[in-house]
């Protein structure tokens, strides 16, 4: 995928209904285009908190969990769901707990799904709870 910056996460919690469903019609894995080239990835996982190689917690509850460019997060559509982009970290407005983040990829990157992980360029996601 092209360098940028994209949401790592649930992609429940940023997308309305319309675009998770099409995102949702892919197949597990596979690349998919938006009309305007935007390239996203989701994955099938089940529902639970999952952290990567920096320690970061992902909070899944949709079982989407993807990357997608970060232009794609609606603040409205966050502010209809208590939640709030803050540094970088999707996190509840009223405690604070992060469920997805930001994340700056300097390089063109590479996603791989194994069986136990899911690794979107050098940020790694355990899969096992």
């Known amino acids: ?3 940028g910056e994209y949401f790592i996460g649930d992609l429940a919690w940023i997308l309305q209904y319309e675009n998770l469903e099409f995102v949702g ?25 999952y952290a990567d190689n920096t320690g970061f917690l992902y909070s899944v509850k949709s079982e989407v969990f993807g990357i997608i460019p970060a232009k794609f997060i609606d603040k409205e559509y966050l502010s209809q769901q208590m939640l709030t982009l803050k540094n970088g970290v999707i996190c509840n407005k009223f405690s604070g707990y992060a469920n997805a983040k930001v994340h700056e990829f300097k390089d063109d990157f590479q996603i791989e799904r194994g069986e136990n992980f899911i690794k979107f360029g050098e940020i790694v996601v355990n899969l096992t709870k």
């Not at 285009?33 to 935007?38: C, I, L, N, P, V």
């Open 25 to 49: 019609s892919f197949e597990d894995g596979e690349i998919g285009k938006f009309d305007d080239g935007s390239e996203f990835v989701k994955f099938e996982v089940a529902v639970g908190d």
């Open 1 to 3: 995928m092209k360098k």
